[in-house]
């Protein structure tokens, strides 16, 4: 049973984070897709911000950003990467409701290798708990690592302890439509581990990620 531990996550983000000012070729291509959705003065939640790469990305584009996560160190290190410009929440999203946490909706609601850490009555419990914090019309952004990518060869290396059940794109396509979503975009990226990668229909196969956006009607 996935279930994410504290002392697991707490020790990955004290030794194994990278810098957040650093733009890694994974990164630049999930920029990508969520670039033409990034609209200054909107507000957006990062949902499990780690490093607190974007959260940072989104205030420099002028978003109002609230940067959520469950491991403090996680939340330290998007304190310095925001340089205190957006909102820091401690949440479980399992355990925390977040109309609690979050009084006023958000437009955006993002997430990178999150529900890939939970079973699935969980990744539905997680969703409903954004969706009631999201604005009618809003969006939520998800990536997701690929069952079949390369990297799960290599990822246990990379992250010891942390345990996950990547995703294929039917599933991606499942938690968003069993929340009543509707899909607005769905894919792949970076189908191999450098910076020159074919993309399109290959990458929703054997990409490291999947994407989708979906929208709250």
Known sequence: MLTPRDNDWNRFWQHAARP?????????????????????????????????????????????????DFSQPALDLTRI?????????KADFLKNPLPELIKEKVD??????????FISADQDKIMKNFLSVLKQGGKVLTFVPNRYSPWQLIRPFV????????FVLRELYNLNKRNTL??????????????????????????MILFAVAVKT
């Open 108 to 117: 955006l609601i993002f997430t990178d290798g999150l529900f890939e850490h």
């Open 20 to 68: 957040a000012a650093q733009i890694s070729w994974s990164k630049q291509r999930i920029l990508r897709v969520i670039e033409p959705l990034l609209v200054p003065g909107k507000r957006v939640l990062e949902a499990g911000c780690g490093s607190g790469f974007f959260s940072a990305y989104f205030c420099e584009r002028g978003l109002l950003a609230t940067a959520a």
């Open 81 to 89: 990467a925001t340089q205190g410009r957006a909102r820091i929440l």
């Open 159 to 166: 992250m010891p302890g942390i345990d996950e059940r990547p």
């Open 182 to 207: 509707q899909i607005e975009a769905m894919g792949g990226l970076n189908v191999f581990p450098w910076r020159v990668s074919p993309e399109g229909r290959l990458a929703q196969y054997f990409g």
